[in-house]
């Protein structure tokens, strides 16, 4: 197993992700806990330090599962991360109460990394509202050693990061953001990163293999890898571009079963950067990946002029693009609970005069009226 540096401490280069834990049944609620302990038994034996877990993981029963498999190892041989749920807004008054449940469910009495969950659109302002004192709070169990390293985690956009930094950004030592090499244009991620590095933070990564959805390609994208590197599995390629990136520290993967697990620890074994011609060559995949399932916005923002309603289109349009790349997911509903009805998809009239000044010629009517139906809004 390799290892990063972080402050005075040695963090395993790839972390154990507990929201994918094995479950029975098919039931994400029920966490097959001894199908689990039997994984953090493998990945401390091979090196593993850092578990990453938070409230409303498995319906809240990840901390619970987690804090047992870990329970029988000496406390100083690991690393345990959780998260204050402000992803539900009916949380924020409880910063407290919910803090010290955490402790028990987990059977620890400090945490070792504690971080503000899921800063996005939906929760910077509540978040920033100092009527709720999680700010505070959180900073006052860090003074008291119940945290020992606090930071955030986020998946909004650049200007909800950056507010999120300039109100508490003295405070924080690491970000966790979406990261991988599909992302780092499409989300934005490479801009992310350039901004935590202005702060100096570490990043912590999240979604390496984007659910999944890069742990295999389509036969032509597979092919251009296997020849640049024949023996580096698919999944290894996503690794390996996070170790290629400066300021990476943490690699979180959510393995939901032995062989994932025993896999990625195997690639963790070694350091191995991407050259600048197979970092192209990824990019270029991931370009030509997106394209298929994407619309070609360049925001440039003609449409807006000319529409009647004034809606953000190159914002709902990347926001569609998500929504279809990924299949649904969170990221598209949560970010558009934050617009005003009239600023959302549905609120498109279907006039075209948008389509009549747009470079691309994207069909955006037709666009927003899938987005609306996707989303039920």
Not at 293 to 298: E, V
Request: proline content about 4%; aromatic content about 12%.
């Amino acid at each position: 197993m390799i290892y990063n540096d972080f402050q005075d401490l040695k963090l395993s280069g790839l972390g154990m992700g507990c929201m994918r834990l094995p479950v029975i049944d098919g039931d994400d609620a029920k966490v097959d806990e001894k199908a689990a302990a039997e994984m953090v038994d493998y990945a401390m034996e091979q090196g593993v330090n850092y578990y990453d877990t938070a409230w409303g993981y498995h319906s809240g029963n990840s901390e619970t599962a987690i804090g047992k498999a870990l329970s029988k190892y000496d406390r100083s041989s690991f690393y345990l991360a959780t998260k204050f749920p402000g992803y539900d807004l009916s949380n924020m008054g409880k910063v407290e109460e919910i803090f010290e449940e955490q402790l028990k469910k987990c059977g620890v009495e400090y945490f070792d990394f504690y971080l503000f969950h899921n800063v996005c659109e939906m929760n910077i302002d509540a978040y920033l509202d100092k009527q709720y004192g999680i700010f505070e709070y959180l900073c006052k169990q860090k003074e008291a050693g119940r945290i020992k390293h606090l930071g955030f985690s986020a998946h909004g956009s650049y200007d909800v990061m950056k507010r999120f930094l300039e109100a508490y950004g003295e405070k924080m030592e690491f970000c966790q953001i979406q990261l991988n090499y599909l992302d780092w244009t499409f989300q934005d991620a490479k801009k992310k990163v350039e901004l935590l590095g202005e702060y100096n933070l570490p990043v912590w990564v999240m979604e390496p293999l984007r659910g999944g959805k890069l742990a295999s390609l389509a036969r032509e994208h597979e092919d251009r890898l296997k020849e640049l590197r024949p023996d580096e599995g698919i999944p290894a390629w996503a690794f390996r571009f996070l170790q290629s990136l400066p300021g990476v520290t943490m690699i979180l993967s959510g393995m939901s079963n032995y062989e994932q697990m025993k896999a990625n620890i195997a690639t963790f074994e070694t350091k191995s950067p991407l050259n600048e011609n197979e970092m192209e060559t990824l990019l270029d995949v991931a370009d030509n990946m997106l394209k298929k399932k994407t619309l070609p916005c360049t925001a440039c923002h003609y449409c807006v002029s000319h529409c009647p309603q004034k809606l953000d289109i190159p914002e709902l349009l990347a926001l569609y693009n998500e929504h279809c790349f990924t299949d649904g997911g969170f990221i598209a509903p949560m970010a558009l609970m934050s617009y005003a009805d009239e600023k959302k998809p549905s609120a498109c009239i279907g006039c075209k005069s948008c389509e009549a000044v747009c470079p691309q010629q994207i069909k955006i009517s037709e666009a927003m009226a899938d987005f609306a139906q996707k989303l039920g809004m």
